[in-house]
């Protein structure tokens, strides 16, 4: 069966060998095998830490966490009770159903509304369906998010982005195409030099020391390469993106990642951070994003 779903996770199977396996808490992807046009074998693409915890305790430290309503710290009146990263990413989703399952590939959608949990600290109405896709080549995630409130002029202002932990050596990644957008270096250490916007120089951007940069207007077109290999990133209505590795500067502080493991991931998370999206009572969202498994090798090069 290309679908199994058991108590706490789903397993899709592609009848050319990739996979994906995704929790219900969370709606987080944890795995994704694909192999390239070059080499079938499928190959491990998300980068998941050995301490990660998967039991529904604590949002999963890898693979491919939903970021919703706010990015980082809350910011918003509306979101001032919230955790960082929101709550979307430490819920439990409901399996609503198959959306596709033919040759071409296998989908599932996944469903989240308010809660008692959720209701306590965020008072606005909504609806959220995440659609996971799963190709030869290709996974695509879609994250629709519908405004339920029936009161005109009701708002729901919100940042979303997918927190892609995807499995490369940090020393030697590369990502395109960055060069001269303007971004936020939230490495910076007081308040004034992470506000400044920067603007990006290297014609493929590298995480060989602690990053943690947020870029403006991004291109929406992204190739992640090493020497071994690549993923791209193409996203749609996702303006921002964030490259994050926290090296052991960081990543030694960060309880949930297994020791070293900064040495093997990068983050290329598509978003919309800035401004907030602002969505009117009974209006719909959709962001998506389509990660392909690339050959080995790559086309750019850092200066």
């Known amino acids: 069966m290309p679908i199994e779903q058991s108590e706490n996770k789903v397993l899709l199977s592609h009848p050319k060998g990739s996979s994906a396996e995704l929790l219900l808490y969370g709606a987080t992807v944890v795995s994704w095998k694909a192999g390239t046009e070059r080499d079938s074998t499928p190959v491990e693409r998300l980068f998941v830490s050995s301490k990660a915890v998967q039991d529904g305790t604590k949002p999963v430290r890898g693979g491919i966490p939903v970021v919703f309503p706010c990015f980082g710290l809350p910011s918003h009146p509306d979101h001032v009770r919230l955790d960082q ?21 296998v989908s599932v959608r996944l469903t989240l509304e308010p809660t008692t949990s959720i209701s306590a600290k965020y008072e606005k109405p909504f609806h959220l369906a995440f659609v996971i896709t799963l190709a030869e080549h290709q996974l695509s995630t ?29 020393s ?16 910076e250490s007081t308040e004034q030099g992470r506000a400044q916007l920067k603007t ?18 991004a291109p929406q077109d992204y190739e992640v390469t090493w020497a071994e290999g690549g993923i791209h990133v193409k996203s749609t209505n996702l303006p921002n993106v964030v490259i994050w590795n926290p090296q052991q500067e960081a990543g ?25 999206v602002k969505l009117e009572s009974g209006k719909r969202w959709i ?9 080995g090798g790559r086309k750019n090069q850092p200066l």
């Open 85 to 105: 990263h929101g709550f979307a990413r430490k819920e439990i989703w409901k399996f609503d159903e198959v959306v596709m399952d033919n040759a071409a590939g």
């Open 142 to 170: 879609d994250l629709h998010v519908k405004n339920t409130s029936t009161s005109p002029g009701d708002i729901l202002e919100f940042q979303a982005l997918f927190h892609n932990y995807i499995s490369a050596p940090s």
């Open 172 to 187: 030697g990644v590369l990502i395109s195409s960055l060069q001269n957008r303007q971004y936020l270096d939230k490495t």
């Open 200 to 217: 990006e120089t290297r014609s493929g951007v590298d995480v060989r020391s602690y990053t943690d940069s947020v870029y403006q207007d």
């Open 252 to 276: 030694a502080k960060i309880g949930d990642m297994e020791e070293g493991g900064w040495e093997r991931f990068v983050c290329v998370e598509p978003g919309h951070i800035r401004p907030f």
């Open 287 to 295: 962001g998506q994003q389509v990660l392909t498994a690339i050959n």
